[in-house]
């Protein structure tokens, strides 16, 4: 446990961002998982939810959840599955 009260508001802190941190993954990791079946059966509405799913992990992202380039990477191997769909 904590002795000085700095270090009681860090860990009060730290659980917060906890808490939003596991939320951001949670969403972004369903909104990949479920894009990714989208891909697997060839539905047209892939290119319909790419959007909402960039916004997900470009959330993640911005609050340092995942790294800037990990988010990239992710929406780069999709977008590219996406094309390959739609050829």
Do not use: C, W, Y
């Not at 917060?16 to 509405?45: E, H």
């Not at 959007?51 to 995942?66: R, V």
């Amino acid at each position: 446990m904590a002795k000085t009260s700095s270090a009681k508001k860090a860990l009060r802190s730290s659980l917060k961002r906890r808490v939003f941190n596991t939320r951001r993954k949670t969403a972004m990791k369903f909104s990949v998982k479920t894009m990714g079946k989208l891909i697997v059966t060839k539905a047209a509405d892939a290119a319909k939810s790419f959007p909402e799913m960039q916004q997900a992990i470009d959330k993640a992202a911005k609050n340092g959840t995942i790294k800037k380039n990990t988010a990239a990477r992710m929406k780069s191997r999709i977008a590219k599955r996406i094309a390959a769909l739609t050829k």
